[in-house]
């Protein structure tokens, strides 16, 4: 006669919330879920009952109501993978027992659990109300999954509120040993964390400027991917400037959540999950519960698929933002603590950085506020002593802050210089130029002109040439430097010879260094980029005009322009002529003089022809121009 094995029915699993502690031995390890996901109801039961003690919680994201954070860590020791005890959120009750921060990314969490160096024997899971023999984890997926397969016992709180959502999300009732019925409201928001977004970290001005610059470097029909640190929603606002964008992101929001109901995520392109927005987690209020319960345009997977490394890279065009406190002047990041003190968490900011990199059209972008709360720059010579490196310079790409955008891809240690000083704050750049030098990142003869005032973004435009060729038209920056090397020795003798009056074979560094490192406020030069694109695109022409400081500012400022051979003809030195010169008017220059060779025709029709009152004289085959500017219509319009 063989053995019949007794399948229990769910029914028979159903126990109380008094009966829950019974299922509990001292000194286990006990997972809970994070955000609306937390079993609360089940922690309070358990911090009631004074029968459990030397129980250590496992938790991603500390948030809510969490009872046995008051209590002594005798009894209740919490074990987080993202750190509030820094951030004043824990602080004011004095909550003893949150005090192990797990410094690992969460694609780890999965093989520290398989390896047996991260040990759980319960699982306390927030579900929904079982349909078929299924159970949906709702919006705590995140590893939740993973803690189900390892730990011993499994007990879930099946809420009604719960909304059953779509994608992996899904276990058997089979796992579940034990269940307690809790139909209390899911928490929102602000019951997570009370006034914690809403706390001002900076001014409302930094953010959006933040933000701002953020948008410029996003297309449309790019998909986002975002760090858990608050200050990645600054851009939020700004996305209603792109189209069809897609969302493969950790943590699902109510910003987010509107940014779909307006129809600026679409997920229309996305490479991989067409049409559908991809997360792990969520936290919002009814509305967006609501939203979630059976929706077939959302799912949710768990963090092992969202930030694996293969199923990114398939993803085109990702975007991946995340915030950090401070970086180095070689461009290492911190983003979970500064000196010996925790304040957030790696979460998967490294994988989303990697992800970037690898993705068709990807851009991994890294962001900070200029300065900190206290006053002091977040750009530094040298990361404080004890804080942790979360990204290594060789893999940050795109650095964001309210002064602009610095990429360090596939720049050397002096350019990375250059471009994070440029996106210091003000305050700071002067000083942070000589400790540079004093660590030989730069050279000593570097001027640090441009240091002296905030580079003119706004200056920026992208220009249409007579041939209909797109370039990029920016104020010229120091790490141009190499661009401007090559843009010379791009020249034919021809060209220099109609410029520098003589022959000229190199253009020695003082002269780059004097060219591309200006004080905007006194000088201006402008570059045209061909492809239009800051970073990746060629100097095909510049113009400029320079002040000579031995005058007193009692000089004419002097104007120069050059035009790559193979570009001549597309009508860029009119342009960068009526481009220069109303820049000069704006900043009250009331005349610019230049100097041309009467051999150089093309140059002498620009300028004869620019509707630019001038006089001019001519004097051993050099006509020199001087243009009255004040009476010039000139407008800085393209």
Known sequence: MSETTIVPTWASKQINLNQVVDKISNGSSVYIGSCAATAEATLTAMTDDWKLADIRIIQLIPGGNLPHLRESVDR??????????????????????????????????????????????????????????????????????????????????????????????????????????????????????????????????????????IVKEIPDKATLKFGVSPLCTCVFPYLRQRKDLGLHTDIFSPSLFQLIQEGVITNKYKTIDTGRTVVSNAHGDHDLYDFLDRNPIIEFHPSRYLNDLQTLAKIDNLISIVGAFKIDLTGQIATDSISTKFYGGLWSDNESILGAKLSKGGKPIVILQSRSLRGRSNVVIALPPGTGVSITRSNVEFVVTEYGTACLYGKTIRERCLALIDIAHPDFRAELMEQAKAAGYISQSQPGRFSKNTYPRELECLHTTKRNKNVLVRPIKPIDEDNLRSFFHNLSDHSIYLRYFRKVKSMPQRILQKTADIDYSQDMAIVVLSPPDSYEGSIIAIGQWIADPRENGHNIPELAFQVRDDWQGEGLGSFLLKKITAIAKVMGVPRLKADVLSSNAAMNYIFQESGIPFTKRSDFGVISYTFDLESAPLSLQN
């Not at 306390?124 to 705590?140: A, D, E, F, Q, W």
């Open 76 to 213: 209740f020791r919490t074990l987080s993978f993202y750190s509030f005890q820094k951030t004043g959120f824990f602080e004011s009750d004095g909550h003893e027992g949150l005090q192990d921060y797990h410094p690992v990314s969460l694609d780890s969490v999965p093989r520290l659990l398989e390896e047996g160096k991260l040990h759980v024997d319960v699982a306390i899971i927030k579900v929904s109300r079982p349909h078929k023999n299924y159970v949906s984890l709702g919006m705590g997926v995140d590893v939740t999954r993973e803690f189900v397969k390892h730990a011993t016992t499994v007990i879930a709180e099946v809420n009604e509120n719960m909304p059953w959502t779509e994608g992996h999300s899904k276990i058997a009732v089979s796992e579940i040993d034990w269940w307690v019925s809790v139909n209390h409201p899911l928490p929102s928001t602000n019951e997570l964390w009370p006034g914690f977004f809403e706390r001002s970290t900076s001014s409302v001005d930094v953010l959006q400027r933040i933000g701002a610059n």
